[in-house]
């Protein structure tokens, strides 16, 4: 019978237990969260104080840093890294490999492609304007 969870030893000697979450055997954390209908892929880190959202996407080989949010629908490419206390809003896309600096938010339905950097505490994607609807024509 397999081990449901792991324990790793991190770069300050600290050892962390990270259990694999039911969709899709990723590593999460004992203390962060993802919600039963996220993904999170086989080989892809949640760490301590992350939260994961509904029905997130966390590709294979993805790393989401302490204490990062990834909001609902979004989706994280393979190899993607969401950065220390970033914030990925609702239905955004990472695409593979892209790296999302510490402290940065990228807004709701953004859009990062593949291989991009986003800097450390950056504003990605263009914020709505109050009473702006998305999707429906004027």
């Given at each position: 019978?397999?081990?449901?969870?792991?324990?790793?030893?991190?770069?300050?000697?600290?050892?962390?237990?990270?259990?694999?979450?039911?969709?899709?055997?990723?590593?999460?954390?004992?203390?962060?969260?993802?919600?039963?209908?996220?993904?999170?892929?086989?080989?892809?880190?949640?760490?301590?104080?992350?939260?994961?959202?509904?029905?997130?996407?966390?590709?294979?080989?993805?790393?989401?840093?302490?204490?990062?949010?990834?909001?609902?629908?979004?989706?994280?490419?393979?190899?993607?890294?969401?950065?220390?206390?970033?914030?990925?809003?609702?239905?955004?896309?990472?695409?593979?490999?892209?790296?999302?600096?510490?402290?940065?938010?990228?807004?709701?339905?953004?859009?990062?492609?593949?291989?991009?950097?986003?800097?450390?505490?950056?504003?990605?994607?263009?914020?709505?304007?109050?009473g702006s609807t998305l999707g429906v024509a004027a």
């Open positions: 019978m397999s081990t449901n969870y792991v324990d790793i030893e991190d770069e300050h000697g600290v050892v962390l237990r990270y259990r694999r979450h039911a969709n899709g055997r990723g590593l999460v954390a004992a203390m962060a969260h993802a919600d039963a209908s996220a993904f999170i892929g086989s080989g892809a880190y949640v760490d301590p104080g992350a939260e994961i959202g509904k029905l997130v996407i966390v590709a294979a080989g993805a790393w989401i840093e302490h204490d990062a949010i990834v909001a609902e629908a979004a989706e994280i490419g393979a190899g993607a890294r969401v950065g220390h206390g970033a914030v990925v809003g609702r239905g955004a896309v990472i695409g593979a490999r892209a790296s999302i600096g510490a402290r940065s938010r990228v807004v709701d339905g953004a859009r990062v492609e593949r291989d991009a950097v986003v800097a450390e505490d950056a504003l990605f994607g263009r914020a709505r304007r109050p």
